[in-house]
């Protein structure tokens, strides 16, 4: 199989050419027709974009220093055309995965290991589901699994401990479970698009009481002579990077205690994406005080960060979910994914649903305990997400 195919590893985004990474990125970006894309798959997911990591790394908030080293491995034809890809890197520490695997650094640390170097295939800093082994179109299973291959001969040329696919697709996961890969399971909470024609239609779907809540939370998130601005696009200038950069920064310091992207990474999507970008920012007596962060796919809508220099009651719902349900309504985008954990989402209309990840451990004891543990954290997670159908917002019936 192996010899019709070349395996090498690219160093940085720069080296792959832009308009062949985005072939096996996003095959299906130009499509009209949600059936000709692959089940669960997105027709484009700007994570996953040239554009989108070109602006990590160009930027710096990827690269050395950062412990996220780029090392993504590409799977080539005898002419040097892409035919697969997975964006990699080679990680020092566990920071910014949202996938957490502290314990089995611990553990292995303490069985005189060494847990770092790991092979993170991932979009850093990001919780959101995506292709990760991007696989151009009619290029078969076969390219898929040369760069299975590929990453595991990287995992032992550059002594690694394990390989960490992280928010794959369903069908990605299933196949790489397939290739002897440890399955894990987590759980976000998504808006679900049923087809709702504005956001007081969405409302009718709910309990009543939680109607009420919402529309509450809505008119008190505007008191005190706060405004809401939707900007997409060109309407986005630097200013409005300055000030959302500031809310991000003294978020992400409080969270984080060291925020992961820099000022100039907002600039290079700001360059890079603008069509894909929706920036809502909250302003109050003449100067903005708050704002959030999504990105556009062509099937979702990505809610990313949030800041404030203001505290205020519900304006974090409102910037946050409220908006976001809105925008997908008003564009027929199937679904916003507000990011990582959140119990409060479930009250706003927001469900539980399953992520996935992947896990190759070299050390086979190590292996084994993983793979126990996991099968009972998959268990646990069914149990959760069966809980919160229960207790969703949704009228009964």
Not at 177 to 189: K, M, N, P, S, Y
Not at 334 to 346: D, I, M, N, P, S
Request: hydrophobic share 40%; aromatic share 12%; glycine share 8%.
């Amino acid at each position: 199989m192996t010899s019709q195919f070349k395996i090498r590893i690219a160093p940085t985004i720069r080296e792959i050419d832009a308009r062949q990474w985005d072939a096996c990125a996003n095959p299906d970006a130009d499509s009209l027709n949600q059936a000709e894309a692959e089940p669960q798959e997105e027709r484009f997911n700007p994570f996953i974009s040239h554009a989108f990591l070109a602006a990590l790394e160009e930027s710096g908030s990827v690269g050395r220093g950062s412990g996220w080293l780029p090392a993504h491995v590409l799977v080539e034809d005898s002419a040097g055309r892409l035919l697969a890809a997975a964006p990699t890197y080679l990680k020092s520490h566990s920071m910014g995965e949202y996938v957490f695997d502290h314990a089995w650094a611990d553990a292995y640390e303490r069985a005189g290991l060494d847990y770092y170097p790991k092979l993170q295939v991932a979009v850093p800093f990001t919780p959101a589901t995506g292709r990760r082994l991007l696989v151009a179109r009619g290029a078969g299973d076969e390219a898929q699994a040369a760069l299975i291959l590929g990453l595991r001969k990287w995992r032992e040329q550059a002594q690694a401990s394990s390989i960490h696919i992280t928010f794959p697709t369903k069908a990605e996961w299933l196949a790489l479970g397939e290739a002897g890969f440890l399955l894990r399971t987590g759980q976000q909470f998504h808006f679900v698009n049923r087809g709702y024609e504005s956001f007081e239609n969405f409302l009718s779907d709910l309990a009543s009481r939680k109607r009420k809540m919402i529309r509450r939370e809505r008119k008190d998130s505007l008191a005190d002579g706060i405004t809401i601005e939707t900007l997409t696009g060109t309407d986005i200038g630097e200013a409005h990077w300055d000030a959302f950069f500031k809310f991000y920064t003294d978020t992400g310091a409080r969270k984080w205690g060291h925020p992961y992207l820099n000022r100039r990474f907002f600039s290079e999507i700001g360059n890079r994406l603008s069509p894909h970008i929706l920036l809502v920012l909250a302003k109050r007596g003449g100067r903005y005080i708050a704002g959030a962060l999504n990105l556009i796919g062509r099937d979702a809508l990505y809610g990313r960060y949030w800041g404030a220099i203001e505290e205020h009651p519900f304006l974090h719902f409102e910037a946050c979910y409220y908006q976001a349900i809105d925008y997908a309504i008003a564009h027929k985008l199937k679904r916003v994914e507000a990011g990582a954990q959140g119990e409060h989402k479930l009250a706003r209309g927001y469900t539980a649903v399953t992520t996935y990840s992947a896990h190759d451990i070299a050390d086979p004891r190590f292996a084994t305990a993983i793979d126990d543990y996991l099968t009972r954290e998959r268990l646990a997670i069914d149990e959760q997400i069966a809980e919160y159908a229960d207790l969703g917002p949704f009228k009964k019936g």
